[in-house]
């Protein structure tokens, strides 16, 4: 007879805590049945790492008038916000698609994507970088930028 609460190496309780452990390292599924805790191996990208992620994943994605705002000391919900535009909804769901996982690939990072089913305006949410993509006429009916950016300063400006 199994005993469910003491995985043999190899055997079927084992495998059900493997399958049940969200981590790419099989030790962690056996630390986790011990009530071991289970460190990241991938090191958490600073703010500014992953904005560069952010933005080259757009650029490869032929993101356009990519535009990126400093929140820091201006409020709580991200030290960055990261607007751009595609030009269909196909090209923004599939930009919005491929950077969540080039995140969750290059750093173990699950962000938060709202709106992608639509495509005319996706939210992505890193925890540190707030991304807005959207269509050309979406943007310009909200115009986000105005509302974030210094007074005085226009998207071209603001734009690296």
């Avoid at 269509?135 to 998207?155: C, D, H, I, N």
Wanted: proline share 5%.
């Amino acid at each position: 007879m199994l005993n469910w609460n003491y995985p043999s190496a190899g055997g079927p309780a084992a495998r059900y805590k493997e399958d049940n452990v969200l981590s790419p390292e099989p030790q962690a599924a056996q630390d986790a049945g011990r009530g071991v805790a289970v460190m990241a191996t991938k090191s958490q990208p600073t703010s500014d790492q992953l904005l560069a992620r952010v933005l080259s994943s757009l650029d490869d994605d032929k993101a356009e008038d990519v535009v990126q705002i400093d929140l820091r000391g201006k409020t709580a919900i991200g030290d960055h916000m990261v607007i751009a535009s595609g030009r269909s909804t196909r090209q923004v769901a599939s930009m919005a698609e491929k950077l969540a996982d080039r995140l969750k690939q290059d750093y173990g990072l699950l962000c938060k994507v709202e709106g992608k089913d639509t495509g005319d305006w996706v939210l992505i949410d890193t925890g540190d970088i707030i991304i807005h993509l959207f269509r050309p006429e979406v943007r310009e009916f909200y115009q986000l930028e105005k509302m974030w950016l210094p007074a005085g300063t226009s998207p071209a400006q603001s734009e690296n």
